[in-house]
Each structure stands twice: as structure tokens, then as C-alpha cells.
């Protein structure tokens, strides 16, 4: 059985026959024919039609674009959802980067219908079920709108190997939790799926993809709401929003696997400026090492970064009068909050 029909099948053994079918598998990957191969596919798939991909900016979907820009060139539909759930100008950026690339990618604003979906939700799986639902709908939308003959998506190994181990449906999957794609209306291809990031980012290089791509931190279909725990409100996102670009700040010259801030749903007791009682709000930072995201270990952080890490949050942040950092491997955490 070839790693990848193991990993299909989820009968895998022991973690050790997994990690070593995966090592040859990957021996045997070749960015240059994998190209080759993927272009032919979509073209095939695609006939004279038009597709539409679903950019986010991440190197999995940002990979899966320019595949299909190879493939079927001004036939291809890119599209950012605009879901609210981004981090501070994102949008703007992917615009700017693919401009570059001679592709022009087109943003929709639908964070209202996000939030709508998610109110009133605290529990993760719930969140993430709502997330996914909105994002299918939207997607199902803009298809039938655009009159594209299929969606292309930048599901990738870890994405199905997580829902199938059950430790968290991710927002792309469909057909393994047994939701038919053609319920939303779509017809779905995922060129990406049987690589790990590593390889992802290696096929990005191959594709000349600048390095504010090929190398940029993985960030969760489901964006910010993976990273407030409790209910997902505008405000709330704005709070992590704001910590988040302190946090990528002050720790991008580490370039860690994963950086980023967290909201509790808790509160804790603190000081205002003036000396006075605040039930304030808890950040915790987090920034994880990692190969493939499969498992992680806490960055090893200078105190002093730490210290000026929680100096800026509190000044910076409203609200807040706690700042944690997060020591949890993966396993037993996760390296997201939900
Ligand atoms: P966890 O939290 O499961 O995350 O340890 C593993 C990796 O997957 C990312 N992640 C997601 N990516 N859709 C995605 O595209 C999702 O629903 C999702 N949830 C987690 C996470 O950022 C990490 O890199």
C-alpha cells in the first residue's frame, strides 16, 4: 500500500510506519514533474471552462492559483472572501502580491454573513461547523454566479489526516466527513492534497512564487475565530486582531513555524493606568516549531522579548490585564484554540 492509499484508508499503524511510508513517499516527489502533472490535470478537468479558486494568501491556495493560472490562464476566477476573520490588511496584500504575478484577484466582502453564523457559538466544533457551512454557501454562490465549471482548493495531507483522526474537522474538508460537495453546488479539485507543507512550499519555489508566499506562516482556513475562545463577535476579533499584529511584529525575525495571539474567555482582575480595579481581558501568545503542523514544540523565547511582548499588549490592546505564554507541545495541545 503506497502511503498516501494508507493515509486515505487511515489504517496507518504505528506513528513510526506512518512517518517513514511518508519519508519515502516524499523522497519521491519531484516539484518540477509534479507541476507538469497538475497543469495537465486541471487542464483536462477544466476542458474549455472557466474555474474559480478561492484565494487566501496562503501558500497552499496561492499554489493552487498559480497551477491553475498555468493551466488555463485568464479562465481562472480568483476570488478573496473577505470573511472578517482575516488578520489586519490581508485582503489589500494578496491583491498587491498575485498583482505582481500578472494575476488579478477579486475581493467580496461577506464578513456579515460570517459573523451572523457564528454568533452566539462558543462551542469549536460548532464554530467550525458554522464557519465551513457559511464558506461552502459563499463559494457555491460565487460558482454559479461566475458560471465556473468547478472549484479548485488548496486542501493539503495534514488537513485530511487531522479530520480523519478526528482531532478537528478542517474547514475544506467535505467528502471525508461525508458532506457531498454537490450539495453546495460543487464540483471540487484539490491538486495540493497529498503534500505537506514542506513540499507545498517546495512546488511554490518551483512555481516562482515570491518568498512572502512560498514562505509565509500557515494561517487557518477558519482565521481568527480559531484563535478566540468563546463566542466570535467583531469585537472580539478586533481585540485579537490587534494583538496579533504585535505578536507577528515582534517575532518575525525567529521565523517560527506558527506566531500569533490568542483571546481567553476568561477574565482576570488587574489595574487601570490610574491605579484602579479592571476585570480585564487574557492574551496568550503563542509560537510553535513545526515540520508539517503533524506535531509542534513551544518556541523557545528570550525573556526579554517575552517581557516586551507583554509591555506592548497591555499598552496596546484595550483591556487587557493578563499576557500568557502558551509552553504546550502538540501533542497534548493543539497548536490552535479550537
Ligand atoms: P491544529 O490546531 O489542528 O492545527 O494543531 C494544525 C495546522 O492546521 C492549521 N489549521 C487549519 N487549516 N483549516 C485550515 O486550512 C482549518 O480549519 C484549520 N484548523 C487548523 C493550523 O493553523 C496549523 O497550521
Not at 481562472?76 to 498583482?99: H, K, N, Q, T
Not at 496568550?284 to 515540520?291: D, Q, T
Request: glycine share 8%.
Amino acid at each position: 500500500m503506497s502511503w498516501w492509499e494508507c493515509v486515505e484508508s487511515f489504517s496507518l499503524g504505528s506513528w513510526c510506519d506512518y512517518l517513514s511510508d511518508k519519508e519515502r513517499w516524499l523522497n519521491a516527489l519531484n516539484p518540477k514533474q509534479f507541476v507538469a502533472e497538475q497543469t495537465e490535470e486541471i487542464r483536462a478537468a477544466g476542458g474549455e471552462g472557466r474555474a474559480l479558486v478561492a484565494l487566501s494568501g496562503g501558500v497552499d491556495s496561492s499554489v493552487v492559483a498559480a497551477l491553475a493560472h498555468q493551466a488555463i490562464g485568464e479562465r481562472l476566477i480568483s476570488l478573496f472572501i473577505d470573511d472578517g476573520l482575516m488578520r489586519e490588511g490581508e485582503g489589500p496584500m494578496v491583491v498587491e502580491a498575485f498583482a505582481e504575478l500578472g494575476m488579478s484577484v477579486q475581493i467580496i466582502d461577506r464578513a456579515d454573513d460570517f459573523f451572523a453564523a457564528l454568533a452566539g457559538i462558543t462551542d469549536p466544533e460548532e464554530k467550525r461547523k458554522a464557519f465551513r457551512d457559511t464558506f461552502y454557501k459563499t463559494l457555491g454562490a460565487a460558482v454559479r454566479d461566475s458560471g465556473a465549471s468547478f472549484l479548485l482548493q488548496g486542501t493539503i495531507a495534514a488537513d485530511v489526516i487531522e479530520t480523519q483522526r478526528g482531532v478537528k474537522t478542517q474547514h475544506n474538508i467535505l467528502e471525508q466527513i461525508g458532506l457531498d460537495p454537490s450539495t453546495y453546488g460543487l464540483h471540487i479539485l484539490e491538486p495540493v492534497r497529498e503534500l505537506f507543507k514542506p513540499e507545498v512550499r517546495q512546488v511554490a519555489q518551483e512555481l516562482g512564487l515570491p518568498e512572502v508566499i512560498s514562505q509565509r506562516m500557515p494561517f487557518p482556513g477558519p482565521g481568527l475565530a480559531t484563535r478566540i475562545v468563546g463566542e466570535v463577535t467583531p469585537e472580539r476579533v478586533a481585540t485579537v486582531r490587534v494583538a496579533t499584529v504585535i505578536v507577528e511584529e515582534e517575532l518575525c525575525e525567529l521565523r517560527s513555524f506558527q506566531a500569533f495571539a490568542v483571546l481567553l474567555n476568561d477574565r482576570a482582575t488587574g489595574l487601570t493606568e490610574t491605579k484602579e480595579r479592571a476585570f480585564g481581558q487574557i492574551i496568550v501568545v503563542r509560537s510553535v516549531e513545526s515540520e508539517d503542523a503533524m506535531m509542534a514544540t513551544p518556541t523557545e523565547l528570550d525573556w526579554n522579548k517575552l517581557q516586551r511582548l507583554q509591555e506592548r499588549i497591555c499598552a496596546e490592546v484595550p483591556d487587557v490585564t493578563k499576557v500568557l505564554y502558551d509552553l504546550t507541545p502538540k501533542p497534548p495541545s493543539t497548536i490552535e484554540y479550537i
